[in-house]
């Protein structure tokens, strides 16, 4: 048997969906080879993915949603992937797995042109690693990925299903603020109107 997060088994579809990211922006650091996950399909030009690799991404996702530039993102986020999420392991359930990472946070700082990474127990943490620093739940991000992975694949037309109800409702939510905009604007030009009349009146 294999371990269970490093078995390629998932889509692109499943992947971008597990770390609620957009697939422009992923698709642009794999084509600029910043972040390195995935294996080419034997039988086409398609490529796999793994627990692991969805993993990966969501870390990544994070750091850079806070300034950490890809390349570095990609670099710690795979350097903590293979220390961390017990990889060796087999027969093992991916469940079991992410339990290795409850409680544990990323802790994550500049240091000149550099950027230094270390990992602590979130009730257990060291010293203050810099004055400002970014620190991550590690055990949420990767375990609701692994959890959005597994719904995916194993459950493609619920998902599919979610994905564009999620869309339709951004969709009205949009043109119903669009809608207040647009009432907001016409309610400001009658009192501006009133205003006006009011002021010749009054002249």
Not at 3 to 21: F, H
Not at 23 to 50: C, F, I, L
Not at 53 to 74: H, K, S
Not at 110 to 135: E, I, S
């Amino acid at each position: 048997m294999t371990n269970p997060l490093t078995e390629s088994n998932l889509v692109w579809s499943d992947v971008i969906y597990a770390i609620e990211g957009t697939p422009k922006a992923v698709r642009h650091w794999m084509q600029k080879e910043q972040v390195r996950v995935g294996v080419a399909d034997a039988n086409g030009p398609r490529r796999t993915y793994s627990l692991a690799d969805a993993a990966t991404l969501a870390i990544v996702r994070n750091l850079v949603d806070y300034g950490v530039p890809v390349a570095m993102a990609g670099d710690i986020a795979h350097q903590f992937v293979g220390a961390s999420l017990l990889l060796n392991y087999k027969n093992t359930p991916p469940e079991v797995l992410c339990q290795s990472l409850r409680n544990r946070v990323l802790l994550v700082w500049r240091d000149g042109d550099n950027w230094q990474h270390r990992t602590d127990l979130a009730h257990d943490m060291g010293k203050t690693p810099a004055p400002v620093y970014l620190a991550i739940d590690v055990g949420s991000v990767v375990g609701r990925a692994i959890d959005r992975a597994l719904l995916c694949s194993r459950n493609p037309d619920e998902v599919d299903g979610i994905a564009k109800l999620t869309h339709t409702l951004a969709r009205l939510t949009k043109e119903t603020i669009h809608a207040m905009d647009e009432s907001e604007q016409r309610a400001d030009a009658l009192r501006d109107r009133s205003g006006q009349a009011g002021d010749l009146d009054h002249g």
